[in-house]
């Protein structure tokens, strides 16, 4: 009997869990920014350090429905801390410890995308940022896990984006 009220609780403090926790524990704090420069000379695929999984982010938009030279920018948090910014279809990597991560994929002002994945020493993982305009926040953000030739084409295609903090 104590085992299943003990069941009981872990669950329903499981789906107790609001959207704001769940944004916590995947995106970074509010206020950060980033300085963005794209790096056309990079298109290689990075092995992951020893005992580490590695992790693309690939941005991907429509060039079709947004005007030239308007920027699209996207913050990438994974496991609360954000780790780097893409712009107009652009890529970056981080190494991760092996283990349960939580991503998060942002454009100012809206749309928050999340997602998380089981990281395996050795591994490498790639995430498609696609953004596609609609209505009514003005794009559509979505963060899926994407096959490796795919990914790899579209590394290829793309500069690479250095973020830094801004200071």
């Known amino acids: 009997m104590k085992i299943v009220l003990i069941a009981m609780l872990l669950t329903v403090s499981a789906f107790a869990q609001s959207p704001s926790s769940q944004i916590a524990l995947a995106c970074g704090p509010q206020g950060i920014n980033f300085d963005v420069k794209l790096d056309n000379s990079q298109h290689t695929v990075v092995q992951p350090a020893p ?14 429905s947004f005007r030239i030279g308007e920027p699209v920018v996207s913050m990438i948090g994974i496991d609360g801390a954000w780790t780097g ?17 939580h991503v998060c994929a942002h454009i100012q002002p809206r ?9 395996e020493a050795g591994n490498i993982y790639y995430f498609r940022e696609r953004i596609i305009p609609s209505a009514p926040f003005g794009v559509y953000l ?4 994407v096959d ?14 250095v973020s830094h903090l801004k200071k």
């Open 51 to 64: 005992g580490k999984a590695q992790v693309y982010f690939i941005q991907d938009r429509s060039l079709q």
């Open 85 to 101: 910014e893409n712009k107009n279809d652009s890529y970056f990597s981080v190494s991760v410890e092996p283990g349960e991560h």
């Open 111 to 119: 749309p928050i995308e999340l997602s998380h994945f089981i990281a």
């Open 142 to 145: 979505s963060l899926n896990l």
């Open 148 to 161: 490796s030739d795919e990914a790899k084409y579209l590394i290829a295609t793309y500069p690479l984006s």
